[in-house]
Antibody, heavy 121, light 109 residues
Framework: EVQLVESGGGLVQPGGSLRLSCSAS????????IHWVRQAPGKGLEFVSA????????YYADSVKGRFTISRDNSKNTLYLEMSSLRPEDTAVYYC??????????????WGQGTLVTVSS | EIVLTQSPGTLSLSPGERATLSCRAS???????LAWYQHKPGQAPRLLIY???SRATGIPDRFSGSGSGTDFTLTISRLEPEDFAVYFC??????????FGQGTKVGIK
């Protein structure tokens, strides 16, 4: 079955930076759009960012625009999220999520287990 | 932004009972672009339903989705022990600005 494994989470101070990775396997990574979705403690899910299969199109939630950058390396089957100028409200579990198409649209058919990012001094 | 409101927040039921979960949208969700997911603690969320009523691959037929416009329902016909989890809905009519409901927890009575 499809596997998505996130890594790179941890504790970071406000204003700091962090890079999340998502390693994909058991499917043709380069054919599908991939997304980041987060869930803050006690809150609902929130779309963060998405990237099309070839990396040509990227999307960001207003809350992270200008601070986060999504990218992918199809040769390594890996998705990245570079996070900078982190704020306490960015504290959340970050999920790597696969879409069913090459473009970032529609529902999400597979999710990773998530990685926790904590922004605190 | 389409706001999704799920009710009830918590549902306490026994195995074998029927569960009915609601997801109401603040405006019409075009083309019934609504999905349902199951989430158990420490596990990856799992897609159950897309297009309001289409079951995802491998999902048992005790799970069914219905509705259109602003009112959607997820029904679990007979709860199995493994079905106790949090369920959340998602609209993708306005992708890439997807939104999610806050979730309904189905707990054991």
């Amino acid at each position: 079955e499809v596997q998505l494994v996130e890594s790179g989470g941890g504790l970071v101070q406000p204003g700091g930076s962090l890079r999340l990775s998502c390693s994909a396997s058991r499917f043709t990574f380069s054919n599908y759009a991939i997304h980041w979705v987060r869930q803050a403690p006690g809150k609902g899910l929130e779309f963060v960012s998405a990237i099309s299969s070839n990396g040509g199109s990227t999307y960001y939630a207003d809350s992270v625009k200008g601070r986060f950058t999504i990218s992918r390396d199809n040769s390594k089957n890996t998705l990245y999220l570079e996070m900078s100028s982190l704020r306490p409200e960015d504290t959340a579990v970050y999920y790597c999520v696969k879409g069913p198409f090459s473009i970032a649209a529609r529902y999400f058919d597979y999710w990773g287990q998530g990685t926790l990012v904590t922004v605190s001094s | 932004e389409i706001v999704l409101t799920q009710s009830p927040g918590t549902l306490s039921l026994s195995p074998g009972e029927r569960a009915t979960l609601s997801c109401r949208a603040s405006q019409s969700v075009s083309s019934s672009y609504l999905a349902w997911y199951q989430h158990k603690p420490g596990q990856a969320p799992r897609l159950l339903i897309y297009g309001a009523s289409s079951r995802a691959t491998g999902i048992p037929d005790r799970f069914s989705g219905s509705g259109s416009g602003t009112d959607f329902t997820l029904t679990i016909s007979r709860l199995e022990p493994e079905d106790f989890a949090v369920y959340f809905c998602q609209q993708y009519a306005t992708s890439p600005t997807w939104t999610f409901g806050q979730g309904t927890k189905v707990g054991i009575k």
